[in-house]
């Protein structure tokens, strides 16, 4: 309950929430309304004064007119009266002349009168040239709103549709991770001790044989068998160019482990031998695929470059386990058509400081951002989200502008001589007498 005074009897008195807010919100609509009525009226007065001002004008150019018509007749009534004077001196010997002179002054006084008329009917046509003008803004400013909002409406339907891609595009890669997850969990429960590691093993030789075989039939995907060093990788990678180049090489390490093993190794325990092979061996890039340290957000996330650590060397879930490879092949290729092109600009004795270094960074960094771009996935759903929000307000900002313009147009459409002439007795004398002048034209 709120208490407040009233501000006729200054009695208190108390109302509940629901009173209260309806009080507050009578408050807010009159202050809204007296706030539309101030701007009605603003927008009346500006477009008064407009209205006098031209005519004013019209007025002033009206006077002008007049005055010098008049001037005119004066001048030439005062030639009349010098004549009759000289008739009076000599009636009988210039009647002929002085008949002639007073009917040539009759057609002066003729025409300076229909100048006059066609004056007023100036006056008549720039009062109707001004309206005109003012409906022609009007209808402009119309076509220009309708024609916002349907780009507004345009640009609405086309950032719907792109979030809808973008949100379509997730759920399968989500659906597809899940049931990535889904297989490996089944998988663990399935295995024993002695067959995890494998297991994992023999799928991703599966993998490679069924998807990426067919596609690389040069590449060479075997065991690494030579133990001759100490130790030896799972699996080495090796592709090569038409000409028999090889442009990448992968040395393969599979870990995994039973959840109910007393033991929990991690990743980084086995970083250290995964390099020592990848050299022994004379391999580009090492890749460890594991399933070690399940509930780690950094593994689980995608593709981890550990280089800081070791050179060229990656983490991934077995489900980048192609996509790795993939990715790593087309960079190779660029990277042999850029040292063939090397080769040649060498030839040819072309400045190349720097470009190898410069090429095996871009490797580097493609690889990075291939790590960056998942991760500003999210960031894009949310710009899109403002993109909308702000369309909408775009959208508010014309439908307030569009009622404005309405009730302008309405006043325009309402405005008539009657209330133009309304308290100004000047227009109204003289929009009185231009229609005097026409009906005394169609009386004669």
């Known amino acids: 309950m709120k208490e407040l005074i009233c501000p006729n009897c200054h009695k208190a008195f108390t109302v509940d929430e629901a009173g209260y807010a309806s009080i507050v919100n009578q408050v807010k609509n009159a202050e ?25 004008k019209a007025e002033q150019q009206y006077q002008q007119e007049r005055s010098r018509q008049a001037q005119k007749l004066s001048e030439k009534e ?11 001196h000599a009636e009988e010997k210039k009647k002929g002349e002085i008949s002639l002179a007073l009917a040539q002054k009759d057609q ?18 720039a009062v109707m040239e001004e309206q005109r003008k003012a409906q022609d803004s009007l209808q402009h400013r119309e076509a220009e709103i309708a024609q916002l909002k349907a780009s507004v409406e345009l640009d609405k339907q086309k950032a719907a549709n792109h979030e809808n891609a973008i ?46 075989r067919s596609m690389l039939p040069n590449a060479y995907f075997e065991k690494d068998n030579d133990a001759s060093g100490g130790t030896k990788g799972d699996f080495i990678f090796r592709d090569y160019a038409e000409d028999g180049t090889e442009y990448v090489s992968i040395m393969f390490e599979m870990k995994n482990e039973a959840d109910e093993t007393a033991t929990k190794h991690k990743n980084e325990d086995f970083f250290k031998k995964l390099d020592s092979d990848r050299r022994a061996k004379g391999c580009e890039f090492a890749v460890l695929v594991s399933l070690l ?12 470059d550990v280089s800081y650590r070791y050179d060229k060397m990656y983490v991934i879930r077995p489900q980048f386990f192609l996509p790795l490879i993939s990715l790593l092949v087309q960079t190779s290729k660029k990277s042999l058509a850029y040292k063939q092109q ?43 989200d403002k993109s909308i929000e702000h369309l909408q307000k775009i959208k508010s900002a014309l439908l307030g502008s569009e009622n404005n313009l309405r009730l302008a147009n309405n006043k325009a459409e309402a405005l008539t001589i009657k209330k133009l002439t309304h308290n100004n007795p000047t227009m109204k004398a003289k929009f009185d007498e231009v229609r005097r002048q026409e009906e005394d034209t169609d009386e004669e």
């Open 342 to 384: 090397l080769a040649i600009a060498q030839s040819q004795s072309v400045d190349v400081t720097n470009f190898e270094s410069r090429l095996m960074d871009f490797k580097d960094k493609f690889a990075n951002n291939y790590r960056l771009a998942s991760e500003k996935f999210q960031k894009a759903i949310e710009e899109i």
């Open 167 to 212: 949100k379509e595009q997730y759920e399968l890669k989500l659906k597809a991770a899940q049931e990535q997850v889904e297989y490996y969990r089944d998988l663990k429960t399935r295995m024993s001790t002695k067959m995890i590691g494998e297991t994992l093993e023999i799928h991703c030789a599966t993998l490679f044989n069924q998807t990426m």
């Open 108 to 125: 002066e006084i003729a025409a300076l009168q229909a100048s006059l008329n066609e004056n007023d009917s100036r006056l008549k046509m």
């Open 78 to 88: 005062a030639e009349i009266v010098r004549l009759q004077t000289e008739l009076g």
């Open 293 to 304: 340290e399940p509930d780690n957000e950094l593994y689980n996330g995608g593709i981890v």
């Open 32 to 56: 809204f309304d007296a706030e539309i009525n101030r701007r009605l009226v603003e927008l009346h007065e500006r477009h008064k004064a407009e209205e006098a001002l031209v005519a004013a």
